[in-house]
C-alpha cells in the first residue's frame, strides 16, 4: 500500500553533475557522481530517484539516505554534459526499504528470510540541496581541520595507541 503509482526505470546508471561552486572559494568545486539504484517514472512524465535499503525502518537510520538521493537528484537536472544520464526529475526522492525480521532454513538447505518492505517518500528541495553545498560543504572543506574533542570516540580510539593532535 505504501508503493507508489509508477514505473522503475534507469537501474544502475552512473551520474555526474555539473560543478558546483562558491565564488568566495574560487578553488573549489564539488562535482557529484555515483551510480542509482533507479528512477521512479510516474504518468506526468517526472521521475524521482529512489534506492534500496535493507535494514531498520527507523527515521533517524533512513534520513541518513536522504542525502544521498539529494546527489543524485542533483545531478540528474544538472548533468555534466549532454552525454550523461538525466531524466526530468520531480521533488520527491524515494527509498525501497527491506527490514528483516526472521532468518530460517529448512531441512532441505534452503533458507528463508522474512520480513517488512515499505517505500518512504521524501521531499528534495533542489535550492536548498544546492545552497548546503555552496554555503556549508565548500567552505568546510576550505576551512582548517577542526581539532578532535576528548568526547568523539574515533579521538579516543585514536589517544590510547599514542596519537596527538597537531596544528598545522
Known sequence: ESFPDAVITGADQWIKSKAIVNPDFPDIEIILRGKIDGVLKFSDG????IDFKTCEIQEKTLQKYVRQLSCYSY?????NSPSDY????????????YEPTKFSIAS?????LDGKF???????DLK?????I???????IAGKEP???DDDPCWVYLKQFGFEYEED
Open 86 to 97: 538525466s531524466v526530468e526529475i520531480n521533488n520527491k526522492i524515494g527509498l525501497f526499504v
Open 128 to 132: 536548498e540541496f544546492e545552497s548546503f
Open 147 to 149: 581539532p578532535p574533542t
Open 118 to 124: 515499505k517505500y518512504i517518500e521524501y521531499d528534495f
Open 46 to 49: 517526472t521521475h524521482s530517484v
Open 108 to 112: 532441505n538447505s534452503t533458507a528463508n
Open 75 to 79: 545531478a540528474l537536472k544538472n548533468p
Open 134 to 140: 555552496k554555503n556549508q560543504v565548500i567552505p568546510l
